[in-house]
T-cell receptor, first 113, second 112 residues
Framework: NAGVTQTPKFQVLKTGQSMTLQCAQD?????MYWYRQDPGMGLRLIYY???????DKGEVPNGYNVSRLNKREFSLRLESAAPSQTSVYFC????????????FGSGTRLTVV | DAKTTQPPSMDCAEGRAANLPCNHS???????VYWYRQIHSQGPQYIIH???NNETNEMASLIITEDRKSSTLILPHATLRDTAVYYC?????????????FGTGTLLAVQP
């Protein structure tokens, strides 16, 4: 099925560990996004990539890095995980110029202990 | 991006129309109104968007006031599966730099 695939779906990290969240889309979209969602809150934008080869900071970029590996894939890296990064992470993609919505993945539930 | 104001929660009886309001009094002339919803634990889902004319699709209708300072999302025949958080978002049209910025939304509870 076409869409946005995120891996892993669940992850538990110890404070200070690093990990990379993977995201891939098969809709040939130009733009991709990483959001985080904390309990009872809306989504907050971490980083985005308007097109292959470009990345920009969103609202809450501190503690994260991203890589737009190719048009399909956009990864989010936590270099030294902190308990404050416990959250649900959503990846999304959109076709630049097409405003018929972002397509979101099903999320990665990350717990940092 | 203009800010939006939505009630934190609403109830609706199954089979009835659900009318979700949104205030966006600082919207600028080139900004669109978007609606997304998030069913528990899932990623948000696009519903509809509009500039100034009323819009309708298979999921919902969007009514935007003439002064564009408020809008209403209408689910004509709500079902239990429509229970979700509904987000009203205002943003410029097109391009990744016109990013979706989410607020806290309205939790719609459809009651049997």
């Amino acid at each position: 099925n076409a869409g946005v695939t995120q891996t892993p779906k669940f992850q538990v990290l110890k404070t200070g560990q690093s990990m990379t969240l993977q995201c891939a889309q098969d809709m040939n979209h130009n733009s991709m996004y990483w959001y985080r969602q904390d309990p009872g809150m809306g989504l907050r934008l971490i980083y985005y990539s308007a097109s292959e080869g470009t990345t920009d900071k969103g609202e809450v970029p501190n503690g994260y890095n991203v890589s737009r590996l190719n048009k399909r894939e956009f990864s989010l890296r936590l270099e030294s995980a902190a308990p404050s990064q416990t959250s649900v992470y959503f990846c999304a993609s959109s076709e630049r110029g097409n405003d018929y919505g972002y397509t979101f993945g099903s999320g990665t539930r990350l717990t940092v202990v | 991006d203009a800010k939006t104001t939505q009630p934190p929660s609403m109830d609706c009886a199954e089979g009835r129309a659900a009318n979700l309001p949104c205030n966006h009094s600082t919207i600028s002339g080139n900004e669109y109104v978007y609606w997304y919803r998030q069913i528990h634990s899932q990623g948000p889902q696009y519903i509809i968007h509009g500039l100034k004319n009323n819009e309708t699709n298979e999921m919902a209708s969007l009514i935007i006031t003439e002064d564009r300072k408020s809008s209403t999302l209408i689910l004509p025949h709500a079902t239990l599966r429509d229970t979700a958080v509904y987000y009203c978002i205002v943003r410029g049209h097109g391009g990744a730099t016109n990013k979706l910025i989410f607020g806290t939304g309205t939790l719609l509870a459809v009651q049997p």
